[in-house]
């Protein structure tokens, strides 16, 4: 009769060991696993949000609406806005862009112009802050402002509201608004006027409220070079500039939202923001289009 080797208590722990360690490793590599696809997950999500955010600036931007020409109108020069300011004078630092956008997108108003701002708030610059303190919640993010008329009835002030009425009629004079608005004339004290009633609406209300919207979160660069017709860049070293360019170049850079937790809370190291963030660039011609724009245009 055959005899069957039983396993001792010596070789069975052996066993449970060898099978422990396995068991380890496995478990190791599928929590890296997990936490990799989590990331990946995370950076899709980040990648996702960013292009919807590029789309409608490039959308927005690509539907400018401005010109170069004096246009005389009851003896009033009217010039439509662009600005650009920077954090420091540098086209590599951090940028908001104000200008009016003849677009089809659902914004507010009645009219198809609208005064865009597009501000990057950030702690680089006190400028930039807006007045926002929450490093999290708050700063490092990219924001949209509108101004929209209110209907516009000439006879009378009532149908159009104070803020709107001082705006538009900044750049489109009407006879009725002339005795009132002293700077209806003056180009550089409209363009200042709309800058700043647009940098107030992410100024915090008394209600907690931002009259903005926010396009982008985790935002760690926002640029915007301007170029000529024949592609060499505008104002490169200018802290401001209202230049009308022919094309524009707009980057952004995000971190996912765990990367953006780490590199906070790590000190905001440039190294580890460099290696993670996700750059995204547009390149946006314009034109030359202000020699459409030969004829005043009412709104």
Do not use: C
């Amino acid at each position: 009769m055959r005899q069957h080797r039983k396993f001792t208590l010596v070789e069975l722990l052996v066993a449970l060991g060898v099978f422990s360690i396995l068991l380890v490793v496995f478990m190791q590599i599928f929590s890296g696993m997990r936490l990799a696809w989590t990331n990946t997950e995370k950076r899709s999500d980040s990648h996702y949000t960013a292009r919807i955010a590029m789309d409608m600036l490039s959308l927005l931007v690509g539907s400018m609406y401005y010109t170069n020409a004096e246009t005389e109108t009851l003896g009033k020069t009217v010039q439509f806005p662009f600005k650009l300011k920077r954090s420091d004078a540098d086209s590599s630092k951090p940028a908001a862009l104000y200008f009016a956008s003849k677009t089809n997108i659902d914004l507010p108003g009645t009219s198809s112009v609208r005064f865009i701002g597009v501000q990057y708030a950030t702690p680089v610059s006190s400028d930039f802050k807006f007045g926002l303190s929450d490093e999290r919640k708050e700063l490092h993010a990219l924001y949209l402002t509108v101004i929209s008329n209110a209907e516009k009835d000439y006879s009378g002030e009532n149908s159009i509201s104070s803020t709107n009425k001082d705006i538009y009629h900044r750049f489109w004079p009407a006879p009725v608004f002339l005795d009132k608005n002293e700077n209806a004339s003056d180009a550089d004290g409209a363009l200042e006027y709309l800058v700043e009633v647009l940098d107030a609406k992410l100024k915090p209300q008394s209600s907690g409220v931002l009259e903005a919207v926010k396009l982008l979160d985790r935002v760690t660069e926002f640029r915007v070079r301007l170029f000529d017709a024949e592609g060499n860049e505008i104002d490169g070293s200018a802290k401001e500039t209202s230049r009308m360019p022919q094309s524009l170049e707009v980057s952004v850079s995000v971190l996912s939202d765990a990367d953006f937790e780490t590199w906070i809370t790590g000190g905001k190291n440039e190294e580890f923001r460099l290696k993670n963030q996700m750059t995204f660039t547009r390149h946006v011609h314009i034109g030359n289009r202000w020699k459409m724009e030969d004829k005043y245009d009412k709104y």
